[in-house]
Nanobody, 122 residues
Framework: QVQLVESGGGLVQAGGSLRLSCTVS????????MGWFRQAPGKGREFVAA????????YYADSVKGRFTISRDNDKNTVYLQMNSLKPEDTAVYYC???????????????WGQGTQVTVSS
């Protein structure tokens, strides 16, 4: 079965950086796109970033463009989200997901990680 495990979340001050990692098992990693989503209290799951199966194309929400970078290492079955210049409004649970194409809709992904908390203090 497919399993996604996120790591790297934590507490950071505004302006700081974090790197999230998500390791996938149970499917051929290089055959699938990967995405990052986040969910703040009282809000729906919001698209953050996505990357195609080979890493040739990346997509970002306007709210994180220029600050966050998604990347993947297919030899390690791992996708990363480098988050720089963090803001308090970035505070959320961050979820890694895998699916057939790199899209910005949560419904386009078939397997999800457990989530990792990112808290940005002001």
């Amino acid at each position: 079965q497919v399993q996604l495990v996120e790591s790297g979340g934590g507490l950071v001050q505004a302006g700081g950086s974090l790197r999230l990692s998500c390791t996938v098992s149970g499917r051929t990693f290089s055959n699938y796109a990967m995405g990052w989503f986040r969910q703040a209290p009282g809000k729906g799951r919001e698209f953050v970033a996505a990357i195609t199966k080979s890493g040739g194309n990346t997509y970002y929400a306007d709210s994180v463009k220029g600050r966050f970078t998604i990347s993947r290492d297919n030899d390690k079955n791992t996708v990363y989200l480098q988050m720089n210049s963090l803001k308090p409004e970035d505070t959320a649970v961050y979820y890694c997901a895998t699916g057939p194409v790199a899209i910005g809709r949560a419904s386009g992904y078939d397997f999800w990680g457990q989530g990792t908390q990112v808290t940005v203090s002001s």
